[in-house]
């Protein structure tokens, strides 16, 4: 997976043509990994994020999309659940929640 990371104030400094030329580099890119059947699946998550980590027992959440430095996003899992606390839920039951994080992202689509 490839990961983006990005700083949307900076994107929203860009002019209206700079957005355009942009979001047109990021088409020809996706056109390309499309035809050469290199494009598996992509999605833009939603900026706002909450980190769960569980500790003794009791799962603590915080607004942000940002762990530890030390910490490196080790992969995914997509659920499709009803509400936020649910997928807050399923994160504080997951192994890595009680030494690392869980980052909770809504997939934009």
Request: no cysteine.
């Amino acid at each position: 997976m490839l990961l983006i990371y990005n700083n949307p104030a900076t994107i929203e400094t860009l002019s209206e043509e700079e957005r355009a030329g942009l979001f047109a580099q990021v088409d020809e890119i996706m056109a390309e990994l499309t035809a050469s059947g290199e494009l598996i699946r992509g999605e833009a998550l939603a900026g706002a994020a909450k980190t769960v980590r569980l500790r003794g027992g009791v799962a603590a959440t915080t607004d942000g999309p940002f762990l530890e430095a030390k910490e490196q996003f080790a992969g995914y899992i997509a659920v499709d659940v009803a509400t936020e606390e649910r997928a807050i839920e399923i994160a504080a039951r997951w192994p890595d929640a009680g030494w690392g994080g869980m980052e909770v992202r809504q997939i934009l689509g």
